[in-house]
């Protein structure tokens, strides 16, 4: 039992930084239907920036270890609730509730000021950077989850290359 337990976990985990695989997200958004969801859901998409240059510069041991640490950083960040799941290579996506204490900017800006610690720490000998879209769902504008993550994901590339710009319909300026 225990076996079959721990094969059906590692069937959905991302087996490096033990948040959600790219097929329990699919999984996962593909129950959610648009017309059952409250106004309460946002999404978050981030991108880390220069990935490709921290694997050939310090390895791919010391890239592994960046996508570790952002995972950390990220179920700190989110809830137990919250749906995190790692897409890519270093894309990672949240699902989360927004209530009366957390609204999209205030998780937004709390993974930042976490990210900042984190490069405060000195753990790296680099900071490490992201790019992010953001977005409340709104069952008016999106047939589909798939067209809510979508939207996310143009964001998130604006603000890659916008630099300066918040991928997000909620600038933290």
């Known amino acids: 039992m225990v076996f ?39 999404g978050m998409l981030i991108d880390l920036n220069d990935f490709k240059s921290i694997n ?35 894309e990672f996506v949240i699902l989360f509730k927004v209530k009366k204490t957390r609204s999209v900017a205030t998780a937004t800006r709390n993974l930042i000021e976490n990210v900042n610690v984190f490069n405060a720490s000195g753990r790296f000998p680099f900071d490490v950077k992201f790019s992010y879209g953001v977005l409340l769902f709104d069952a008016a504008k999106y047939s589909s989850i798939a067209d809510f993550i979508a939207q996310i994901d143009q964001l998130m590339y604006r603000q890659k290359r916008q630099t300066g710009q918040q991928g997000s319909e909620f600038p933290l300026r």
């Open 56 to 90: 050939d510069t310090y390895g791919h041991v010391y890239g592994d270890e960046v996508l570790i640490e952002l995972a950390k950083v990220l179920k700190t960040t989110f809830t137990a609730n919250d749906f995190i799941a790692r897409t890519g290579g270093d």
């Open 4 to 42: 079959i337990f721990d094969q059906s976990k590692r069937v959905v985990t991302d087996y490096l930084t033990g948040v959600a695989n790219r097929r329990q997200f699919e999984n996962h958004i593909a129950n959610l239907k648009p017309k059952q969801i409250d106004k309460n859901l946002a």
